[in-house]
């Protein structure tokens, strides 16, 4: 009986759940938010870039286009 | 000494930079001396003229008043007042999507000045002249050179999960948002979602990712850093979210805009009888403001807003109330507003103390109601009796245009065709004897060619 009852507290101990009252989703989205930073940032940096070379040729080609 | 007369509002007591209070019927906002850095910058660097000029931020003056808690006060500011304050469950699809795109782009510009939102919560966006409205004026505060996006949970919430929601799954989805005050839990949102949507790239990163790294990192309750995020990489997440925004799309069932809603079995003459007769009852009773109950997509409603008078159009139905604000926001129609009701539900007062989120009845009284065609649908749909009725709408107008039905018209029939008719009192007599009871019958006209009676009313005690 004693072994019963040993086993039952065993189970309730490593599959209670912690109290929801203090679970922070916030402390989650904060990491994530600083991961997917780094990726989005590089992303947009290099869109920047991308956009401002194509403006570049573009205005190169109009420049061209005109002087003939 | 507290001054006669005032009041804070419930909803305004989360932010400890001020709050919003009225005195004498005006509407104020106490800056705090917390908020004095934050709020003198916004002032200072150009942020509220450019905001205020492209007509994201609401307009405010600052006023020599007595503060309602002196002790602690800094400024007290006047903002523009909004005629009426609408919930993110009330709003249509593209609503709620120009509401999160403005936020962005509040953001985007705050940042460009050097301060950054602190809050994107739904509910400090306002409809005015049919463009979404910031009008928390303390949502701002100096952004410090490695912070991260604070509000990027709440945004992510409050718009990209019950748009991802509305467009992927069911548009109904808007009304977790009544539930859940403060927005839709990611992790919920994240299973109710489709599998094929982590292959979508924003909702995957901003969703579904975004989801498992809270449950992840829900109970280790460890200190974080929260200084480590380049700007670049800060511009670089508001472009993603946007672009993820810009993406989710809805339109009712592959439907056409053009030809969705035409149920209605009036003549040619008797719809421009019926439009005549609204317009001379307007005439009559001059009101300020108008409530159109059962809207469909706004066309007596405009009949108002189109004279000036600020009119909402209110229906049950999200693909009208998605029309009508296209149409709005098309045609640049400044006094009217449409937004999603259900007559037999309406919003509740939410939140702390049922008060944060005040109910239909109590962001009235409104000077008009329209209920056209309305009342068949209230009591052979709902079993309403016409007392319950007219008590209701007792409460919430004035003055009243409503359309009486009979039984014996076509619209009627197709209620009745598979109900028992247990409906003895839906008479025109009975009708007039339940509402005299709470309004006086100022006109009384059949529209030609059809069965149906318009009526002019005004509450007996007014």
Known sequence: MKKRYLFLLLVVLLVTQPASAYLDPGTGSFIWQMLIGIVLGTAFMLKMYWQKTKSSFKKLIYHEEKKH | MRKKNTEVLASSFRDPSGFIFRRDDVLYR?????????????????????LVEKKMLVPHQEVDLAPEIPNIAYKIIMPQEISFISYPYEWSFTQLKQAALATLEIERAALEYGLTLKDASA???QFLDGKPLLIDTLSFEKYKSGDLWIAYRQF?????APLALMAYCDIRLNQLLRIYIGGVPLDL????????????????????????????????????????MGRNALFGLIDSLSGTVLRLKWQPDGTEWADYYNETNYTQLGLEHKKKLILEYLELAKPGSVWDLGANTGLFSRLASKHGIFTVAFDVDPACVERTYLETVKHHESCLLSLLLDLTNPSPGIGWENKERTSLIDRGPVDMVFALALLHHLTISNNLPFDRIAGFLA?????????????????????????EDIFDNYTQEIFEREFSQNFMILRKDPIIDSLRTLYLMKRCDV
């Open chain 2, 189 to 228: 949102t994240s299973s109710i979602l489709p599998k094929w949507t982590w292959a979508n790239w924003g909702v995957l990163i901003h969703i579904h990712q975004h989801a498992r790294s809270q449950a992840k990192h829900a109970d280790s309750h460890l200190p974080i850093n929260r200084s480590n």
């Open chain 2, 123 to 125: 509910y400090n966006i």
């Open chain 2, 156 to 160: 992510c919430q409050h718009f990209l």
């Open chain 2, 395 to 419: 409460g919430i107008c004035n003055d009243l245009i409503i359309e009486f039905v009979p039984k014996e018209d076509s619209q009627v029939q197709k209620l009745l065709a598979n109900r």
């Open chain 2, 30 to 50: 106490q800056v705090n001396c917390t908020y004095k850095e934050h709020y003198d910058a916004l002032m200072a660097t150009g942020l509220y003229e450019d």
